[in-house]
């Protein structure tokens, strides 16, 4: 049986990114692997105790010596399901993060969605669950 795993995007301060996600949006650093011969670290967050239980992570990749990345065109964004969107939302303003759509139904729908960015830009769709 196949299952989804992690999505794993770059990023400029690993720590930063980290805190970002852990403090913000409530996910918990799962484990990490610095790898000095290859010249990177992975940090695997999520929301689960990992894989085994079937929940998908991220996977943030620091390059030593890389503080940036173009995102290009191609990359949407992550979806995470929130109880509170609004809250969501809050909490991250609160914490110096950026809210880059504010909680509201979804363009011809009623789902509660909002949208958030992390420390290096990328997008991430709150979906109230």
Sequence with gaps: MSK???TMIRVG???RSV???TGL???????????????????FLGYGEGNAEGQAEIELTYNY??????QGTAFGHLALGVPDVAAACEAVRAGGGKVTR???PVKFGTTIIAF????DGYKIELIQR
């Design 25 to 43: 949006l409530g996910m918990k650093e799962l484990r990490r692997r610095d790898v000095p011969d290859g010249k990177y670290t992975l940090a």
């Design 65 to 70: 010596g890389v503080d940036r990345y173009e």
């Design 19 to 21: 805190k970002f996600y």
């Design 13 to 15: 301060d690993l720590d």
């Design 116 to 119: 958030v960015e992390d420390p």
């Design 102 to 104: 504010e909680a509201g």
């Design 4 to 6: 989804f795993l992690h």
